[in-house]
């Protein structure tokens, strides 16, 4: 493994454009020409274009786009003037966004065609200048959507900057607003070192080299993909494959047939969706197979016959498939190891760039988020005497700088002798594997003082039969489980016992949801036990990474 001698994102690029001169770089699924050298090129093209329009070191720009290979072409440009990238994800409201311009005080803004709508008056009344990020053409203001595609490219004008702005390793290289589950959004400082140092350790859980293929399907502008899935293959010399539209199935499925990736980051909810809906049902369509997947031996035969066909279905080449940004169902990840799927967890926030712990290989285990990556320090603070758990608190060259503009709260998540408390409750097993218990700000006290977390009582949810996701929330005192059912499985189960479907599908809810209260509470502690479940027809609202928004429904 080659070691980074100078840890910021120009001198990474630079090296990479060097060693991997003829190889694919970032691409669109199909597309085959796009090289190392294609993308130094155009970096320094589009850094000139900055140049020009008077962005400077030390600038913020900001970076509103779907995924796309030009989007990494403008987070490099950025940088590579000395500017810090802001990057904007692509959910966030028309409000959101304001903030965010307002509070970064980013000059410039690099926007997508299909974002643009997202922009009122008072955001481009901000900024000096809009550049489209399908041809890096500067936009006139008061451009109407329907026009923008018609706008000339810029780059031809421009001067081509061959040589990169110097920078520091502790220089700022990214700010990321976070969207947060509880509703607070904050900026992140992330420097140079922060993310290059992640990229470079990543290598450490995983190897990668340039005989290797991403498909990207997680926003960019979170740090889980843009560290993992984007800087990581660069650094390495890796190709990334992006999809033209967001990844639906119809999408999806032709892309990993035509890319046959070699590795793949998702979030849980993509392949619990897929357990859930397509791989769990047919498990349980008859009482034989229901009884035989309650037997464990067949059970795991079942899923090696089914986790077969899904790593086909991924394109058969896969060898990390990366789950990270929330935990992991226990039903769906048992799937996925006695099914001998290559899959991986990680562990870590925004504010540590983001990976602090990983279960790779030899060092997965069901419900463990693995060990630590090497050079990060865990520790768990105030640890309980009797259960051993403790709010989990890192230290490492990936720790975020603070919070921008909001030294108060920067103080308040480091303790007195400078680790970053994560927020998140954990433990250690005697081999010192990691175990994520839930969010601190998440627990609920029960009537006799006890620690409950949602997150255990909602993994046990899941387990059951038809539900899709579940949310546990206090009312009135009392714990109450919103339950989103999978209707399809309801409906495609029960639709030949009445003919008046829709009333008798009802009824049935209706039982199942009293059938998942009394399992649910046979399986847990006496304080954790829930005293309502009620029905919640639509799927929860979520955050970019597929976590749900609680702070939206604790008041339902």
Not at 22 to 51: C, F, M, P, Q, W
Not at 64 to 89: D, E, R
Not at 123 to 129: P, V
Not at 490 to 503: I, L, P, R, T, Y
């Amino acid at each position: 493994m080659t070691q980074q001698i100078k840890y910021t994102i120009p001198a990474m690029l630079q090296e990479s454009v060097k060693q991997f001169a003829d190889k694919k770089s970032l691409v669109y699924v199909g597309e085959e020409n796009y090289t190392y050298r294609h993308l130094g090129d155009d970096v320094a093209k589009i850094a000139g274009l900055l140049k020009n329009l008077g962005i400077e070191k030390g600038d913020k720009v900001a970076l509103l786009s779907t995924n796309m290979p030009n989007w990494g072409k403008a987070f490099f440009a950025i940088l590579w003037v000395g500017a810090t990238v802001v990057p904007i994800l692509p959910d966030f409201h028309t409000n959101e966004i304001k903030s965010i311009i307002e509070h970064s005080e980013a000059k410039v803004m690099f926007v997508s065609e299909g974002l643009y709508k997202s922009l009122n008056d008072e955001i481009t009344g901000k900024l000096d200048q809009l550049i489209l990020v399908e041809n890096f053409a500067v936009i006139p203001k008061s451009t109407p959507a329907k026009e923008l595609l018609k706008i000339k490219s810029s780059l031809s004008n421009s001067l081509i900057q061959t040589e990169p702005e110097e920078v520091d390793e502790e220089d700022l290289a990214s700010i990321i607003y976070t969207s947060g589950t509880t509703g607070s959004s904050k900026g992140v400082m992330l420097t140079h070192k922060n993310l290059m140092w992640t990229a470079e350790k990543c290598h450490t859980l995983q190897d990668i080299s340039d005989m290797d293929r991403f498909i990207s399907v997680l926003p960019l502008s979170h740090t889980f993909e843009n560290t993992l899935g984007f800087l990581f293959p660069i650094k390495y010399g890796a190709s990334v494959h992006y999809l033209r539209k967001p990844p639906v199935a119809s999408v999806l499925l032709p892309a990993l047939q035509k890319v046959k990736p070699t590795i793949m980051l998702v979030v849980p909810l993509i392949i619990e969706k897929v357990f859930k809906s397509k791989i769990l049902p047919k498990f349980q369509k008859s009482s034989v197979t229901r009884f035989l997947y309650s037997l464990p031996p067949m059970r795991k035969v079942l899923h090696r016959v089914a986790a077969k066909k899904l790593y086909e279905t991924f394109g058969g080449e896969l060898r990390f498939f990366g789950i990270g940004g929330a935990k992991l169902d226990v039903a769906v990840e048992r799937f996925l190891y006695e099914g001998k799927f290559p899959y991986a967890i990680g562990y870590g926030l925004t504010e540590t760039s983001p990976l602090l712990a990983g279960a790779v290989g030899k060092n997965v285990r069901i419900g463990s988020t693995g060990i630590a990556m090497e050079g990060v320090q865990l520790r768990l603070g105030d640890a309980d005497l009797k259960t051993g758990e403790g709010e989990i608190q890192a230290k490492g060259p990936n720790v975020m700088k603070g919070y921008y503009k909001a030294p108060e709260i920067t103080k308040e998540v480091f303790t007195e002798d400078g680790w970053f408390k994560t927020g998140d409750k954990g433990w250690y097993d005697k081999d010192n594997f990691l175990y994520i218990k839930g969010r601190i700000k998440n627990m609920i006290v029960g009537a006799s003082g006890e620690n409950i977390y949602p997150e255990e009582i909602e993994s046990v949810i899941n387990k059951m039969r038809f539900v899709l996701e579940s949310l546990v929330v206090e009312k009135k005192g009392k714990l109450v489980a919103m339950v989103h059912l999978n209707m399809e499985e309801v409906e495609q189960n029960f639709k030949h016992m009445k003919a008046e479907a829709q009333q008798y599908i009802q009824e049935k809810s209706d039982e199942i949801l009293k059938e998942i209260h009394k399992k649910v509470n046979t399986q847990l502690n006496k304080f954790s036990r829930i005293q309502q479940v009620i029905s919640h027809p639509k799927p929860f609202e979520k955050t970019p990474t597929k976590k749900i928004k609680r702070f939206l429904y604790w008041k339902e």
